[in-house]
């Protein structure tokens, strides 16, 4: 149970990451 806890954490890190590298691009564009 623990891991799992963990894991949302980087999968919400991770996703925000990817929504700023789209937000990014889409400025660029």
Do not use: T
Not at 7 to 26: C, F, G, N, Q, W
């Amino acid at each position: 149970l623990e891991r799992e806890k963990d894991m949302p954490e980087k999968v919400r890190k991770a996703i925000a990451e990817e929504l700023r590298l789209m937000e990014e691009e889409d400025y660029l564009v």
